[in-house]
């Protein structure tokens, strides 16, 4: 039997402070190898400082931090050797080619002619770029910037990398092309710690979540299992007839009832077991339902009961 493998980043009582403002305070986080772990927080929760401190940027107050093994604070140069660092925007060179650019981060990663050529031509038919390679940067799209600068950063094969607002002012399909790029990274054992103001895309790209408020972590889980925490789920029911919604209305006393659009919805968590509990009571009672669908609480709802912040009000960090 393999042994279980080692996390790809272990954080634990990890503090930061600016003067007299705490920026993080006794953060705990652990990152499987291999995996998608989207950070989330309102403006100013202490998002990119956890990230500048797992880079080598900047050093933390205290705590211990290990990236693939590697001590933050008394093995810098390790981390540095494994990791991948994408900002919110482009860090490209407007003025060179696209090849050229992926040419320079093969020169400072050392690869030589040979194996830098191979590795810039597998980067440029990876992320759709070939047609673009000899053209100057300035001449790109939001979509082929985000693009060049994650095959930037995968010149060196990083194990982990940090994504910091990777789509942010993307149209929807550059978005959802760079999804795909992520997880095919994903797919090839690369760990990715994300921040993104999208919920939604935390919601389709992460494993695991975690939201950061006021420099400590208030909700960790899967998606679902953060959205199975907040209450406010329901099941919507439609009647044809005001008869049918009114013998319905008798039956669940607790739902809230919409008269003019014929409507009831009754709480409850969309589990199959309570679902057929609902089912069989309007079926005793002989009511028959036009339209039944099941509403259960999204990363916004999430977001706010943990925060006390609305989603609009919510940015990088």
Same mark, same amino acid.
């Given at each position: ?50 990230? *500048? ?31 991948? /660092? ?16 992926? $040419? ?14 191979? *590795? ?9 770029? /070939? ?79 975690? /939201?950061?408020? $006021? ?22 029911? +439609? ?11 008798? &039956? ?10 014929? /409507? ?11 679902? *057929? +509990? &609902?089912?069989? *009571? ?36």
């Amino acid at each position: 039997m393999s042994a279980a493998r080692e996390p790809a980043i272990r954080v634990s009582g990890l503090s930061k402070s600016f003067g007299q403002t705490t920026v993080l305070d006794d953060v705990d986080l652990t990152v499987a190898e291999g995996t998608v772990f989207a950070l989330l927080g309102p403006n100013g929760a202490g998002k990119t400082t956890i990230v *500048r401190i797992l880079s080598t940027l900047i050093p933390a107050d205290t705590g211990e931090v290990q990236v693939a093994g590697h001590d933050v604070a008394s093995h810098p140069d390790g981390v540095r050797s494994v990791i991948g /660092v994408t900002g919110q925007f482009a860090a490209v060179d407007e003025l060179m080619t696209g090849e050229e650019n992926l $040419r320079l981060m093969a020169d400072l990663h050392h690869l030589g002619r040979v194996m830098g050529a191979a *590795r810039i031509a597998e980067l440029l038919d990876r992320f759709e770029l /070939v047609d673009a390679a000899r053209r100057p940067v300035s001449t790109y799209s939001g979509g082929m910037h985000r693009r060049l600068d994650l095959a930037m950063t995968l010149v060196g094969s990083p194990q982990v990398i940090f994504l910091d607002e990777p789509t942010t002012g993307l149209d929807p399909r550059s978005r959802r092309t760079m999804w795909g790029s992520i997880r095919d990274l994903v797919s090839d054992g690369v760990t990715i710690l994300l921040t993104t103001q999208y919920l939604d895309e935390a919601d389709h790209l992460a494993d695991r979540i975690a /939201v950061l408020d $006021r420099g400590r972590i208030v909700a960790e889980g899967s998606p679902e299992e953060l959205k199975r925490r907040i209450p406010g789920g329901h099941v919507r029911l +439609r009647f044809a007839t005001p008869e049918a919604l009114l013998a319905a209305a008798d &039956l669940f006393e607790g739902g809230s009832r919409d008269d003019e659009k014929l /409507v009831i919805q009754v709480p409850g968590d969309g589990g199959v077991a309570s679902l *057929r +509990r &609902l089912l069989d *009571r309007l079926d005793d009672a002989e009511v028959e339902v036009e339209h039944l669908s099941i509403h259960t609480p999204d990363l916004d709802d999430v977001f706010f009961a943990v925060t006390g912040r609305p989603v609009a009000q919510k940015a990088s960090a």
